[in-house]
């Protein structure tokens, strides 16, 4: 499941919408919608993101929420390490490699330091 099909259903259970009741309103086919909240359709289109906002009646924030999980919620992500340093790539590979064995502590721990990354130090001149 990716991050927006979690805060999608969340959404549409807290409104108390089946499946069934949001595709109508979005007209879509609930198995489409079921896709996306399963991560199976890759990342929804803008126009699809507004729509489900619309329907689901959202405050800005929410509204605001939603798009920037949707941002964030291609279930296969490609990376190209070229141009980094070797460090970057190996990582790059091993996060690959072993991101399934990775608890969601772990995960939160590395999220986070993603998005709030320590001041860079320089380095010293050889």
Request: aromatic share 2%; net charge neutral.
């Amino acid at each position: 499941m990716t991050p927006f099909g979690a805060r999608l259903r969340a959404l549409r259970a807290a409104r108390g919408l089946t499946l069934n009741e949001l595709a109508a309103r979005l007209t879509v086919s609930p198995a489409y919608l079921s896709a996306l909240e399963h991560g199976h359709r890759g990342r929804p289109q803008p126009g699809l993101v507004m729509q489900i906002c619309g329907a689901l009646d959202l405050i800005w924030d929410e509204a605001e929420h939603l798009k920037a999980l949707a941002a964030v919620s291609a279930p296969r992500v490609t990376l190209d390490t070229g141009g980094l340093s070797p460090l970057a790539t190996e990582l790059a590979n091993t996060l690959a490699a072993r991101l399934r064995d990775l608890d969601d502590e772990t995960l939160r721990a590395m999220l986070d330091l993603c998005q709030h990354p320590p001041a860079r130090r320089d380095r010293p001149s050889s």
